[in-house]
């Protein structure tokens, strides 16, 4: 077996090319297993020190796409500290459903990329960078593929922790609102998947 070293200790391989960190193992295979479609997709989940703006973060292996496409590799960056208006929090002292929300997230963004060429992926690093209609656009994206294999409950938790907890920066608050689907969406969202579940079992 081979190891890593992050920010929280060995870096484990958990079958299926998935890379999790121990102290998250439970919430990343919890989120996955929503996800059949990513069963062998290469993922590796590393702690950071900082990651910018964000919690966690997904992105592919940059050299990766210059190699076929089954090839391909994805990271999950995730901050191993939350910050909070008066201190830190550790990210594994967040409760497990949150945490869930947040990974199934970033799986949406690696459905997302699955669906799309290695210039294409290149295309959308490029206009995520320079382009805020274009982050609302794919962070939505993402949600959406998260609602959509059955994650709907996590994400509300996550977006409740955030836009509830009274440590939390306004400014991130504020972007969380900007760019994602709203709690209320995302309830109407997973109403609209039911009843179109029970209308196809209806009619099988």
């Not at 656009?137 to 409950?153: I, W």
């Not at 504020?174 to 309830?187: A, F, G």
Request: some cysteine.
């Amino acid at each position: 077996m081979n190891t890593n070293e992050d920010a929280n200790g060995e870096l484990l391989t958990y079958g299926h090319k998935k890379q999790i960190p121990p102290v998250i193992k439970q919430q990343v295979l919890k989120a996955l297993s929503f996800y059949p479609e990513l069963k062998n997709t290469d993922i590796s989940f590393i702690f950071r020190k900082n990651i910018r703006s964000s919690v966690m973060q997904a992105q592919p292996v940059f050299h990766t796409l210059l190699l076929r496409r089954k090839e391909r590799r994805y990271r999950i960056n995730i901050s191993a500290r939350f910050r909070l208006i008066h201190c830190d929090m550790l990210v594994t002292e967040i409760p497990e459903e949150v945490i869930v929300g947040w990974i199934a997230h970033e799986l949406g963004h690696i459905m997302d990329y699955e669906q799309r060429s290695n210039a294409e992926i290149i295309t959308f690093g490029y206009h995520y960078l320079f382009s805020s209609k274009y982050v609302k656009e794919a962070e939505r994206v993402a949600d959406t593929y998260a609602v959509e294999r059955g994650l709907g409950k996590y994400l509300i938790a996550t977006k409740r922790f955030i836009l509830d907890h009274a440590e939390i920066p306004q400014v991130y608050k504020n972007k969380i609102t900007r760019l994602y689907l709203s709690p209320d969406v995302i309830v109407e969202l997973v109403k609209k998947l039911e009843e179109k579940k029970q209308k196809e079992a209806a009619q099988a």
